[in-house]
């Protein structure tokens, strides 16, 4: 078995309707042996989030160098509170301003202000399988997933693929194909306000 890892760096835009000029890639659940995993995760959900500046809450001036930013979605689910202490600028660096304090907040926010929507696939084998990893697609990439089963619909949705692991499944050399996914979030949090207003 083989497993790799991505980096942020790493990958092309390969979803249905990409602007890239890419050959679009779009997995259907059921299809050339390709079965999505679709477990929305609430746990890793932030509607309300803390950032303070070193010395956190035991610091007498904490309460000058906070910022707490909640976005709508809180109405819906609820406060799921994520508190962050900055960490210490460096000896005759500026302090951590308020601003910097806020886009920390603000990136939480957009990328869990919502249950993140994480996926895992299998490809059974990469002999029958409708797209070739190394030629199709590769770690990294944004591609497209869609599932329907009975009334549930999943997609088509942009998902980047953040893990892949091959596994050898048999003497002739076929290969299983493992997927972690992860949705492609670009939508900045809704009525975002300071606590307070």
């Known amino acids: 078995m ?38 929305p995760d609430a746990d890793q959900m932030v509607t309300f ?67 993140p929507k994480f996926m895992s696939a299998r490809i059974d084998s990469d002999k029958v399988a409708k797209y070739v990893y190394g030629d199709d697609f590769f770690l990294g990439d944004t591609i497209t997933v869609y599932a329907k089963k009975g009334n549930v619909t999943v997609g088509p949705l942009a998902a980047r693929i953040t893990q892949i692991s091959l596994t050898q499944t048999d003497e002739n050399g076929n290969v299983q194909i493992d997927l972690t996914l992860v949705p492609h979030i670009i939508v900045k949090p809704v009525g975002l306000l300071p606590l307070g207003e």
Request: hydrophobic share 35%; net charge negative; charged share 15%.
């Open 2 to 39: 083989c497993e790799v890892y991505t980096a942020d760096r790493v990958g092309s835009d390969r979803y249905v309707g990409n602007t890239a000029g890419n050959t679009p890639v779009m997995f259907v659940h059921g299809e050339g042996g390709f079965h999505l995993t679709f477990a």
């Open 49 to 115: 989030a803390t950032q303070v500046g070193p010395g956190g809450q035991a610091d007498p001036n904490d309460y000058f160098n906070k910022v707490s930013l909640i976005c709508d979605s809180a109405n819906t689910y609820g406060f799921y509170q994520d508190w962050e202490q900055a960490q210490v600028a460096g000896t005759g660096d500026t302090p951590i301003s308020n601003a910097l304090l806020a886009n920390r907040a603000e990136a939480i926010l957009t990328g869990y202000q919502y249950p």
